[in-house]
């Protein structure tokens, strides 16, 4: 398994941006699609973002299309999450997780590899 590390978090006013950074360590990083999830107080974690393991293919969930854009850096075993127009309903903690590559997938139990979280908070 790939170890991964989440930073980038904050407080923000609404409208504002922020830029979540994951840090995954070992060598294998390019075998890892890449995916953020979020999760509010008393909801479910839910899927927000992913990238296949080329950095070519991404998805997101409706609520941040246009919003928010997720990228990688192979050479620095990080991938992002560029959050822009931030909204207070996207206060949550966001969570960086990984799969082996294949399937882009969006569920949260086909995923593995966890980081701690790092929490987002949005005020209006």
């Known amino acids: 398994q790939v170890q991964l590390v989440e930073s980038g978090g904050g407080l923000v006013q609404a409208g504002e941006s922020l830029r979540l950074s994951c840090a995954a360590s070992g060598r294998t990083f390019t075998s890892y699609n890449m995916a953020w999830f979020r999760q509010a107080p008393g909801k479910e974690r839910e899927f927000v973002a992913i990238i296949d393991s080329n950095g070519i293919a991404t998805s997101y969930v409706n609520s941040v299309k246009g919003r928010f854009n997720i990228s990688r850096d192979n050479a620095k075993n990080t991938v992002y999450l560029q959050m822009n127009s931030l909204k207070p309903e996207d206060t949550a903690v966001y969570y960086c997780?990984?799969?082996?590559?294949?399937?882009?997938?969006?569920?949260?139990?086909?995923?593995?590899?966890w980081g701690q979280g790092t929490q987002v908070t949005v005020s209006s």
């Open positions: 997780a990984a799969r082996p590559r294949g399937l882009l997938s969006t569920k949260v139990s086909d995923f593995g590899s």
